[in-house]
């Protein structure tokens, strides 16, 4: 049967992922802890009811599922940054923001019954070992994997363990008429947070930032360098889609471009107490060039940075007004394996901005603001974007910069809010490309695979047939969106899915990057003096 995927407007869905930003500690309230859990008569009251339906009520209930019920509608009616973490997605939320998991290193599709290896992650077991896309796994040590239905949980709990455990993965790979035996010790496999890092020209190094998890400073910091001995001294900081993170990983990032002694930011609490937060350490690139771009759906962390930046009037923000997120997080585990990440506290700017948007109107009002700012065409002109003059501040260097939601950028840069140009961005974030460009490659893997990056970068790789291909795949997935007049970009979004599972991330942002309307801005600026 096949698979129909629920449609919905593209435009309509280009909504803020944004996370909080988090202080980067965590509480494990117990019981018995400083008496936070004491007796009083709220807490008794609540306690006496979920007891009251264990035991009296006349069906079987699953009194948890009305636990997490009760806290989500009681953090419904904080802020919608306020949220609950049930026990089942904790460990995936922990591990994205670790920066790394154990294990062996691979992502995968399960194809009729068997795992085939998408690509081995850079930095991981498989990689070192000469795992491939295209590869399959048979065995794990002794335990078949294959014709056996086994679901992707069940999958994953055998491929991972712990550090420094070892498995025997039996390998069939295509155009060899034997099995591979690959000997894999388990290790920290690193969850990039930084997607790219090149040289857009002779000069300006580009850095994207997807997420500001635990290891992000020092993934950043280490493409700075490298940027730095290719010859760069100019940067731009792509922050674009970034919902944000761990606050202290954005102060570090902050504190390569400023001098000694430039407040980055304060934070205030219910009680009104002041904590600021003042860059002291020597950076790289103190007195280079510096760009940061942003739009809509960067929040939290990302707007940190680029308020930072802005207020200190160092370098120059280019894009389009952020998403308005000023809330601070500090993450509080129940006991049970979940938790709950509670506002502690509202982050300002150097200028004392306060950029979080309001959330009076409730909950599905605020994240759904990306359709009132497409409505009122605010992603098409900056003269669009409303602003209060009571919210009006000036830099040290006499710029004028607002708060009240969103950082407004120095530069602004139009939104392409094209229709198939959505349709195919959403086709991109619902996995589509991924999948067919996995089957397409799997249909000559040894060529594609021994391809380097300088022949395939400068290949027309994507042949009319291929795109003819894609467009049958997505009428076989009921995916109804018009993208068969935009072949052009089509080609181009193919060929960079291909390039990130053969090559990966880093190679996927330099072909999206090809004609991006505010890299080539940056480019252009990055020209003047």
């Not at 712990?162 to 099995?179: A, C, F, H």
Request: proline share 2%.
């Amino acid at each position: 049967m096949k698979k129909k995927h629920k449609i919905y407007l593209p435009l309509l869905l280009g909504l803020a992922c944004a996370g909080g930003v988090l202080l980067g500690s965590k509480l494990d309230f117990t019981p018995d802890q400083k008496g936070l859990f004491s007796s009083n008569a709220k807490k008794e009251k609540l306690n006496r009811l979920i007891d009251y339906i264990d035991y009296e009520y006349v069906d079987d209930v699953n009194t948890d599922s009305i636990v997490d019920v009760t806290v989500n509608r009681i953090l419904e009616n904080l802020d919608p940054h306020s949220v609950y973490i049930p026990k089942n997605e904790y460990a995936g939320v922990t591990e994205n923001m670790q920066g790394d998991f154990v294990g062996i290193g691979v992502s995968f599709y399960n194809v009729q019954d068997t795992i085939v290896v998408i690509q081995a992650m850079t930095g991981g077991p498989s990689e070192k070992l000469g795992i491939k896309g295209g590869d399959r796994i048979l065995y794990a040590n002794d335990k078949q994997l294959f014709n056996k239905q086994i679901s992707n949980d069940s999958i994953i709990a055998q491929l991972k363990g712990v550090e420094d455990s070892k498995v025997t993965l039996t390998v069939l790979r295509k155009g060899l008429n034997k099995l591979l035996k690959f000997n894999v010790k388990r290790s920290r496999v690193p969850l990039k947070s930084v997607d790219a890092a090149y040289m857009l020209n002779a000069e300006l190094g580009y850095i994207k930032v997807n997420r500001f998890s635990e290891t992000t400073y020092q993934e950043f910091r280490a493409s700075l360098y490298k940027l730095k001995k290719e010859g760069a001294t100019k940067i731009a900081i792509d922050l674009r889609d970034n919902p944000g993170g761990y606050l202290s990983e954005a102060i570090n990032i902050v504190d390569e471009f400023l001098e000694d002694g430039r407040l980055i930011l304060f934070t205030k609490n219910k009680k009104g107490d002041i904590e600021e937060t003042f860059s002291n350490k020597k950076g790289a690139f103190e007195k280079n060039k510096l760009f940061v771009l942003i739009n809509e759906n960067s929040a939290s962390a990302s707007e940190i940075v680029a308020g930072a930046f802005q207020d200190n009037d160092r370098g120059t923000i280019i894009g389009r007004r952020s998403y308005g997120k000023g809330l601070v997080q500090r993450e509080m585990e129940l006991g049970d394996g979940s938790a709950v990440r509670l506002t502690i506290a509202r982050y300002y700017t150097p200028t004392g901005r306060s950029i979080q948007k309001s959330y009076e109107m409730g909950n599905e009002a605020y994240f759904n603001d990306y359709i009132l700012r497409y409505k009122n065409g605010e992603l098409a002109t900056a003269d669009s974007i409303h602003v209060s003059d009571s919210l009006r501040y000036k830099t040290p260097g006499g710029k004028i910069v607002y708060g009240g939601g969103g950082i407004i950028p120095d530069i602004f840069v139009p939104k392409d809010t094209n229709m198939e140009r959505e349709n195919i961005n959403y086709i991109l974030r619902m996995g589509l490309f991924s999948r067919f460009v996995f089957e397409e490659l799997e249909k000559n893997r040894s060529y594609y695979n021994a391809l380097s990056w300088k022949k395939f970068s400068q290949s027309e790789i994507v042949t009319d047939k291929i795109i003819e291909n894609f467009l049958s795949y997505m009428k076989s997935q009921n995916v109804p969106m018009k993208i068969d007049n935009y072949q052009p970009l089509l080609k181009k979004y193919i060929k960079a899915v291909m390039a990130e599972q053969l090559f990966g991330t880093n190679e996927f942002q330099r072909i999206i990057n090809e004609n991006d309307r505010i890299i080539n801005k940056v480019m252009e600026l990055s020209l003047t003096n």
